[in-house]
């Protein structure tokens, strides 16, 4: 069981919990509770109606002692469309990073209620898990976009600006993405490629399975709840069994209950962690593509220069910027994929222990309501 | 309480062996045998065991014996037997006869009936019955020389009497009304059973697809490898459990099956109870008619109509010899009448009393074997959880690790 430093016991059975921020700071190597100087929050959702539309915002609270930040506090109300704008800044800004994703954008209207309280709470915890992986990111979260996020009452009018504040991150941005060919990978990232491959396609197994098990789970509470009554039919026609009769119809009625819990906490909890990671590969993926072009127009330009046969004392500056972009780039996304991997490793492994937890809660209560008819519980209690 | 058959003898049926044979027809047959093994039980304990005599019976044995004895005792609820073919199957259970499953719950089912028989109180002191269990040979002939076919009530007027009979005991009129309900209620309870095992193991069986996904996974995995692997290896474990499951619960259905079949024995009593209170009233008919023909004739008035009392009428009356020897010849019918409606009520009032009596020992026998079903219910389920809990708890345990 985890504990922070001062002793008290962290929450570990909730796969995406707001708590699990103080989990992985335990956890997390590089940060100590004690530096840690930026926490960000999503809660409280709010449903907007206006003529044109309808829409949820989330509150976003910012606790800080940088002094990137002219406050220590701050609370503000944001959409998707603006976490999904930083997003996509982000992805601008520091492309050599790998940028945490977002809960999917689009949802079928008709098929899922995008008002439901299931589905809101769902995605926020998925925005949360967003902004604090950001927090957590040594270099993104120093970003520029996302301190205006943070901050910002307007937001739109900072979003109009546009380009103009890109200067103070210093980083050119545009990248050349025009047919390089690639002549060489380097093996550890082909072996990353490789990895996020077989990663995504698992992980895509996972997902269909937990589903199919969803739903038998659901097709097995259909005939429990014809099951259970029938027992409550005999107990009317009986006088002496009338009793036991009825206990065994109560059980069977909180068996339902209990399953109707645990399939909906795989609905809510598990499966949107997977689809997340499913998302985060396909994003590194990409970056990785745009790798191999940093790369790919570095070898070109220094082939061109090779072929020129004349007598230069010393590489072009054009050159050797590229080759400072390659060795950056690596670099970064080295430092990320570490990053990446002993995250997922926290994330899974939480994920994976919070989903046996909730069939041994199932199952732990289905004992008591059967112990309890037996008048047996302490053949329950024995297991303990 | 005399010491019933029971106590002073085990019986087992012990095996059961496919035979092939030829059948009455001349056509051949493959049918199961069992084995019933007896042995006088010793109430000295001297170290001395009586020996084991035993001897082959096939199920349509098994049915002769029970017809035998629903219509030599129909004051008896009897036994029932085990179903003949496998009914409310789920899709993993076999449908067939010849399934070692079936046959195996069959063998089990058919030693029931017999211990069940042996303990009643009246049915375990019958010839026919001992020599079912000791005597191999000649059983048959012996069975079908006792005549009990020929005293049987035919389907159609026991339904005739069903429908016709005026003044039945209230009790015996509620018991058939029970019986019908408890029979829809457990097969509709059979029923649903059925389904929810077939889904059950379904979930159980999904599960089993992580052990193989954990395993691939755990290939491409430094550290997290080892820990998905054995987990994978516990969700196989899982996977596999609900087999054992769901064969014990069989043996559930197969308690709450017998009383379903139970349901009809006790409709069958009452259906007996109906038939001689018709006939009881028939003969009361009969006799009020009888007497009221002789007092016309004795009278000379015509109270009711009748086709003879017409035509004499018009063909002129009879003489008075005639007349004479008539009320005689009624006179005779109605005396014979009256003793017949005697006995009849007296036959009537033993019927009920007895098989009130052997209900009741019945309704007790019934709420005291559903009781222990149903708890044995709750403790199945019971163990099924705490497998259920050692296999995530282990699982659990392999994440930790990751």
Partial sequence: DLSLPNGTPVDTSSPASSSSLLNRLQLDDDLDVETRDLFVTVDDPKKHVCTMETYITYRVTTKTTRAEFDLPEYSVRRRYQDFDWLRNKLEESQPTHLIPPLPEKFVVKGVVDRFSEEFVETRRKALDKFLKRITDHPVLSFNEHFNVFLTAKDLNAYKKQGMALLSKVGESVKYVTGGYKLRSRPLEFAAIGDYLDTFSLKLGTIDRIAQRIIKEQLEYLVELREYGPVYSTWGGLEVELSEPLEGVSACIGNCCTALEELSEDMTEDFLPVLREYILYAESMKNVLKKRDQVQAEYEAKLEAVALKKEDRPKVPTDVEKCQDRVECFNADLKADMERWQNNKRQDFRQLLMGMADKNIQYYEKVCVTFGDLAGIREVYFSLK | ?402
Avoid at chain 2, 167 to 190: A, G, M, W
């Fill in chain 2, 1 to 402: 309480m005399e010491d019933c058959l029971a106590k002073k003898m085990e019986i087992t049926v012990s095996e059961a062996e496919k035979r092939t044979g030829r059948n009455a027809m001349n056509i051949q047959e493959t049918y199961t045998a069992y084995l019933i093994e007896t042995r006088a039980v010793e109430s000295q304990s001297e170290g001395q065991c009586a020996p084991v005599e035993s001897l082959w019976r096939r199920y349509s044995e098994f049915e002769l014996l029970r017809n035998y004895l629903s219509v030599t005792y129909p004051h008896i609820v009897v036994p029932p037997l085990p179903e003949k073919r496998a009914d409310f199957v789920w899709h993993k259970l076999s449908a067939d006869n010849m399934d070692p499953d079936f046959v195996e719950r069959r063998r089990i089912g058919l030693e029931n009936f017999l211990l069940r028989v042996a303990s009643h109180p009246v049915l375990c002191q019958d010839k026919i019955f001992y020599s079912f269990l000791t005597q191999e040979g000649g059983w048959k002939e012996m069975v079908n020389e006792t005549g009990f076919q020929l005293k049987a009530d035919s389907r159609l007027k026991a339904l005739n009497a069903t429908f016709r009979v005026k003044n039945p005991d209230k009790r015996f009129t509620e018991l058939k009304h029970y019986s019908d309900e408890l029979q829809s209620v457990i097969s509709h309870l059979l029923r649903v059973r059925a389904r929810v095992a077939d889904r059950l193991y379904g979930v159980y069986k999904v599960h089993g697809n992580y052990g193989r996904v954990f395993s691939e996974w755990s290939a491409i995995e430094k550290e997290m490898g080892d820990g998905l692997q054995s987990a994978g290896h516990h969700m196989d474990v899982y996977a596999a459990s609900i087999d054992d499951i769901l064969e014990e619960e069989e043996h559930y259905a197969d308690q709450l099956k017998e009383y379903l079949f139970y349901a009809e024995a006790l409709r069958a009593v009452c259906r007996k109870h109906e038939l001689m209170q018709y006939d009881l009233e028939m003969a009361a008919q009969d006799l009020t008619s009888k007497k009221q023909q002789c007092e016309e004739l004795a009278t000379g008035t015509v109270r009711t109509f009748s086709l003879k009392g017409m035509t004499s009428k018009l063909f002129g009356q009879e003489t008075p010899e005639q007349r004479e020897a008539k009320i005689k010849v009624l006179e005779e019918q109605i005396q014979e009448g009256e003793e017949q409606l005697k006995s009849k009520n007296l036959e009537g009032r033993d019927f009920v009393k007895s098989a009130w009596a052997d209900i009741e020992r019945f309704k007790e026998q019934k709420n005291h074997d559903l009781k222990e079903a149903l708890i044995s219910y709750a403790v199945m389920q019971i163990s099924m959880c705490k497998k259920g809990i050692q296999v995530w708890t282990n699982a659990k345990e392999c994440f930790s690790k990751m």
